[in-house]
């Protein structure tokens, strides 16, 4: 069956940097649109960044544009996000989910999603 399983979250003070991974099994990965959201305590789920299936275009929330690097290893089924200048804000529960097509700003339109790794950015 399908599974997305995230991790590489942790505590880290304001600055610095993580890098998250999500390892997909149960489908032909090379096949879809991946994506990074994150929700906020208190707050809804927002889509983070959107990777295309061939790796070749990535799309960013203006919050992170320019900090996060999304990526991603066909061969390995694996999809990566590189945090860097983390802030407080940034702090959350960090989900990869997938879809056959799209950016993904819209969350409906995810098929599956990981159980979520937590990113604290605190001094």
């Known amino acids: 069956q399908v599974q997305l399983v995230e991790s590489g979250g942790g505590l880290v003070q304001p600055g610095g940097s993580l890098r998250l991974s999500c390892a997909a099994s149960g489908f032909t990965f090379s096949n879809y649109y991946m994506y990074w959201a994150r929700q906020a305590p208190g707050k809804g789920p927002e889509w983070v960044s959107a990777i295309n299936p061939g790796a070749g275009a990535t799309r960013y929330a203006d919050s992170v544009k320019g900090r996060f690097t999304i990526s991603r290893d066909n061969a390995k089924n694996t999809l990566y996000l590189q945090m860097n200048s983390l802030k407080p804000e940034d702090t959350a529960l960090y989900y990869c989910?997938?879809?056959?097509?799209?950016?993904?700003?819209?969350?409906?339109?995810?098929?599956?999603w990981g159980q979520g790794t937590q990113v604290t950015v605190s001094s």
């Open positions: 989910a997938r879809a056959r097509a799209g950016w993904g700003i819209d969350l409906s339109q995810y098929d599956y």
